[in-house]
Nanobody, 125 residues
Framework: QVQLVESGGGLVQAGGSLRLSCAASGGTSRIYAMGWFRQAPGKGREFVGR????????SYADSVKGRFTISRDNAQNMVYLQMNSLKPDDTAVYYCAADASYSSSYYNPSVYDYWGQGTQVTVSS
């Protein structure tokens, strides 16, 4: 099992920034990639970004590209989501997720094996 715990959410004004953290524990050697997803009220879970543990450039949804940045610290089993130029449409519960294997459909939440509890991000006007 892998346990994931998100932190860093909160209330921020439009144009502001937040950095979310996700701490992984347990069987972290099983992790191939980490993803970030978000879910706004009344909407489905939406892909935000993903980073492969071994390296390479992260992938991002078009809606956040150029504003959000994923980084990792494998030694500490941490992954981060730096969110800049936040918009009210970014308001959602943000989840980190771990994928134990490669998938070309990394934007699909169903391919991920482990999920955190989520952290609320609210962006005001």
């Amino acid at each position: 099992q892998v346990q994931l715990v998100e932190s860093g959410g909160g209330l921020v004004q439009a144009g502001g920034s937040l950095r979310l953290s996700c701490a992984a524990s347990g069987g972290t050697s099983r992790i191939y990639a980490m993803g970030w997803f978000r879910q706004a009220p009344g909407k489905g879970r939406e892909f935000v970004g993903r980073i492969v543990k071994s390296g390479g450039r992260p992938s991002y949804a078009d809606s956040v590209k150029g504003r959000f940045t994923i980084s990792r610290d494998n030694a500490q089993n941490m992954v981060y989501l730096q969110m800049n130029s936040l918009k009210p449409d970014d308001t959602a519960v943000y989840y980190c997720a771990a994928d134990a294997s490669y998938s070309s459909s990394y934007y699909n939440p169903s391919v991920y094996d482990y999920w955190g509890q989520g952290t609320q991000v609210t962006v005001s006007s």
